[in-house]
T-cell receptor
Framework: DVKVTQSSRYLVKRTGEKVFLECVQDMDHENMFWYRQDPGLGLRLIYF???????EKGDIPEGYSVSREKKERFSLILESASTNQTSMYLC????????????????FGSGTRLTVV | AQSVTQLGSHVSVSEGALVLLRCNYSSSVPPYLFWYVQYPNQGLQLLLKYTTGATLVKGINGFEAEFKKSETSFHLTKPSAHMSDAAEYFCAVTPYSSASKIIFGSGTRLSIRP
C-alpha cells in the first residue's frame, strides 16, 4: 500500500526551538506539499516542491523553511518556534498527471500535531 | 484563479437521512474536482474525484458527487447516513491545464444524530 509517512504524530516543543517535521513518500511522486490546518481556516499551503532541491512558497511561508534533498523526503523547518505555530501539520504528495489523469490526486500523511509552549 | 466555497461549516443529519454537502468552485479553465474526508486525528483521504468523462462520480463508502458545469457545483451526497460518516469533508479544485497545486475549501464538519 502506498504511503506518506510523517515521523511524529504528536510533538511538544518550547518557544525558540528549531523544529524539524519530516515527511517521506514511497510512491516516487514528483510533487510534495506542506499544509497547516487550523479550526475554521481549513488547509493553508506553507511550501511545496516540484522536484529535488526545488521549493516554492505557498500562502503562509513566514516563519518556515523547507528542504528537499531527495525525491522521497520533504522536511518542514520551524527556524524559531512560536506559540502561534501550534497547529496540525499535514504533508501530501502527488504525481505529475501527464496522461494518467485517473492517477492524479494528493496522498496525505496522518499529520503531526505540534504544540509550542 | 481557482477557488472553492463550501456552504455550511457544520451539517447535522439523522442516521439514515440523506447527506448533502455543498461545494461551488470558481475556475477559469476546466477543473479537476475532489472530495476528501478527514476522520478525527487523521490525515485526509480521497473520497472521489472528477477529471473528465462521466459527470456523476461514485466514491468510497457510498458517496457520490455530480459535476454541474452550468452551476459550477460539485455537491457531495449519500442516500443514507451512517454514524461512521461523522467527519470533516473538504472539497478541492485544481485547473485541468496544470494539475499540480490543489486549492481546498474550508471544510464542512458532518455530525450524525442517532
Amino acid at each position: 500500500d502506498v504511503k506518506v509517512t510523517q515521523s511524529s504524530r504528536y510533538l511538544v516543543k518550547r518557544t525558540g526551538e528549531k523544529v524539524f517535521l519530516e515527511c517521506v513518500q514511497d510512491m516516487d511522486h514528483e510533487n510534495m506539499f506542506w499544509y497547516r490546518q487550523d479550526p475554521g481556516l481549513g488547509l493553508r499551503l506553507i511550501y511545496f516542491s516540484y522536484d529535488v532541491k526545488m521549493k516554492e512558497k505557498g500562502d503562509i511561508p513566514e516563519g518556515y523553511s523547507v528542504s528537499r534533498e531527495k525525491k522521497e523526503r520533504f522536511s518542514l523547518i520551524l527556524e524559531s518556534a512560536s506559540t502561534n505555530q501550534t497547529s496540525m501539520y499535514l504533508c501530501a504528495s502527488s504525481p505529475i498527471p501527464g496522461r494518467r489523469l485517473f492517477n492524479y490526486g494528493y496522498t496525505f500523511g496522518s499529520g503531526t500535531r505540534l504544540t509550542v509552549v | 484563479a481557482q477557488s472553492v466555497t463550501q456552504l455550511g461549516s457544520h451539517v447535522s443529519v439523522s442516521e439514515g437521512a440523506l447527506v448533502l454537502l455543498r461545494c461551488n468552485y470558481s475556475s477559469s479553465v476546466p477543473p479537476y474536482l475532489f472530495w476528501y474526508v478527514q476522520y478525527p486525528n487523521q490525515g485526509l483521504q480521497l473520497l472521489l474525484k472528477y477529471t473528465t468523462g462521466a459527470t456523476l462520480v461514485k466514491g468510497i463508502n457510498g458517496f457520490e458527487a455530480e459535476f454541474k458545469k452550468s452551476e459550477t457545483s460539485f455537491h457531495l451526497t449519500k442516500p443514507s447516513a451512517h454514524m461512521s460518516d461523522a467527519a470533516e469533508y473538504f472539497c478541492a479544485v485544481t485547473p485541468y491545464s496544470s494539475a499540480s497545486k490543489i486549492i481546498f475549501g474550508s471544510g464542512t464538519r458532518l455530525s450524525i444524530r442517532p
